[in-house]
């Protein structure tokens, strides 16, 4: 029998007080906004070592978002609950050194108020105390417990993320007519902020002639109009994963693909796994680097690490109407939206379903993809310019996307039952995230602003 790994556990927390630092007659605001992630799950009669990492803030000192340290959790066999933390201040190194004296005549007092030290080079500069404010972050801290299994260990980890992003590379297609495949990458140039999108599709006519297999190179050169040329293949005549060659045209490329995360499953991953919905998304892995040259009639271009992704559709064709959106948001952080209304009779008057998955840290937002689709997310389609919004319990997030005309391409497909559909695609539109936190009020988490790398797409009929 298989032999699962335990579980670990992992939650937030919140702390905020003051701090008086040495030859200081007053007190700075001091707040912490933690991640703590054990690699078992924690009771509380056993002492449980866990990693912390987050955002330290001290008024008028520091203002560290990669902050980190460890913190020791034993209530009952120790009686304490241990805080280390090391932060930056510029140049300044801090170490922030307190702990929770847990006593059972006052429980509660004593489990939420953390005296603390500042030290630098091992000598104080500062003490104050830290309180966990029970009033408004108690449900956000009770919401965000979790016991996930731990990542296998490093030896298996590298081979295990291959193995999963080449299976989901594999083509799906079986011969069922009626059936559209898709590979497609799309990247942007570190060097120069030039797009590339690379689209490769293989349509099976719902009338049973034989599938054809197409696709197009298209380039989106800063400061210049978007080009492009197509090209036609046999079936089955699909590139090896982690190597993309080819040419269209006046047009060639030869670009290794290093697979830099995890797949990202957009719909639901049985909706993948089972083509029961008219058609599914993924990505094979979160994010990738690309390196290789791809020429042109006005210019070369060497790409040397450049970020990216390779995504899949498989289903029965394209959308009555969709919007889409890959934003890398760096350090292997993503967000990938698909909004749209399907072809199908009945499902056509729907309004737009939102299928959003934001990776941050190492960790998906919402927990379940179908969680955006079937409640709290809005998409306004549209150009130049299109928005999405949605909520769960604490967190909300609004994405604000904008495809200026003279950055984006036109094109047309063509479904297995001969409808039509254009796209009209920017892989260098401008994109505006924002993730607010629920804590007595909406306050601001994470923002990012994406000036002419993201990549879009808005279709219709």
Known sequence: MKTLPRRGTAFDELMVGTVRLAGEAGARPIRLDLAVRADRVLLPHRTTDARLTGRVRIGGLADDPSAAGELEISPLARRRI????????????????????????????????????????????GRGTLRFPLA????????????????????????????????????????????????????TDPADGTGLWLHHELTAPTDGTPAREHGWIALFPPGGPPEHAR????????????????????????????FTGPPLYTFPRW????????????LPAATSRYTG???????????????????????????????????????????????AVS?????????????????????????????????????????????????????????????????????????PDGSRAVCRNSESADARITVERWRGRWRQEHAWVLDGTAHAEVGGR
């Open 136 to 187: 408004t972050a108690l449900l956000p801290f009770v919401a965000s417990w979790r016991f996930p299994r731990p990542a296998a260990a490093p030896a298996d980890g590298p081979g295990a993320t291959a193995r999963a992003v080449e299976r989901e590379l594999t083509p799906r297609w079986d011969g069922t007519p009626g059936r559209t495949e898709v590979w497609y990458t799309t990247l």
């Open 271 to 282: 909706a993948w796994r089972r083509p029961l919905l008219p058609a599914a998304h993924m």
């Open 293 to 339: 040259a791809v020429t042109g009639p006005r210019a070369g271009l060497r790409l040397d690490g450049a970020p990216g992704a390779t995504a899949r559709i498989y289903g029965h064709g394209n959308a009555r109407r969709w919007a889409w959106l890959h934003a890398d948001l760096g350090g292997g952080d993503v967000l990938e939206v698909v909004a």
């Open 82 to 125: 241990r805080y280390r933390i090391e932060l930056r201040s510029g140049e300044r190194r801090l170490t922030l050194l307190g702990w929770k004296s847990v006593t059972a005549r006052r429980p509660l007092e004593s489990m939420t108020v953390l005296p603390f030290t500042l030290l630098e080079d091992g000598a104080a500069v």
């Open 343 to 415: 072809h199908r009779p009945g499902l056509d008057r729907l309004p737009p379903l939102v299928f959003l998955r934001l990776l941050h840290r190492g960790r998906t937002w919402p927990r379940s993809s179908a969680r955006s689709a079937l409640g709290g997310f809005r998409t306004v389609i549209g150009l130049p310019e299109w928005t999405v919004t949605g909520r769960t319990a604490l967190r909300r997030i609004t994405v604000t996307v904008r495809q200026p005309e003279d950055r984006t391409l036109a094109l047309d497909y063509t479904d």
């Open 231 to 258: 090209y036609t293949v046999e079936p089955g005549d699909t590139d090896a994963p982690g190597r993309l060659r080819g040419t269209a045209g006046p047009y060639s490329w030869d670009l290794t693909e290093r």
